[in-house]
C-alpha cells in the first residue's frame, strides 16, 4: 500500500493548519449538501477532524469537502 506524503507546501494545507492555530470557527460544506459548523483539530492527507459545538469529533474525508471557511 502506497503512503501519501503530506505536502506542507500546498497553500490549502497551510491554510487549514493556521485554521487549526487560530482555533477559529468554521463551515464545512460537504457535497451532500450538510454543513459542519465548528473547529478543525488535526489533518492528515486524506482527512479532517472537526470538533462540534457539543465536542463531538468528526472525521471528514477531504475528497466529500466542497467548502471551508471561516466563520464570522
Known amino acids: 500500500m502506497a503512503t501519501t506524503e503530506f505536502d506542507t507546501?500546498?497553500?490549502s494545507i497551510r491554510q487549514v493548519q493556521n485554521l487549526?492555530?487560530?482555533?477559529a470557527t468554521i463551515e464545512l460544506k460537504l457535497l451532500t449538501?450538510?454543513?459542519i459548523i465548528g473547529r478543525?483539530?488535526?489533518?492528515?492527507s486524506q482527512c479532517m477532524?472537526?470538533?462540534d459545538e457539543n465536542s463531538q469529533?468528526?472525521?471528514v474525508w477531504k475528497q466529500a469537502i466542497a467548502?471551508?471557511?471561516p466563520k464570522s
Do not use: A, E, M, R
Not at 487549526?20 to 482555533?23: H, S
Open 67 to 69: 467548502y471551508i471557511k
Open 57 to 59: 469529533q468528526l472525521t
Open 40 to 44: 478543525v483539530l488535526w489533518q492528515d
Open 49 to 51: 477532524c472537526i470538533v
Open 9 to 11: 507546501s500546498l497553500p
Open 20 to 23: 487549526i492555530k487560530q482555533t
Open 33 to 35: 449538501g450538510d454543513l
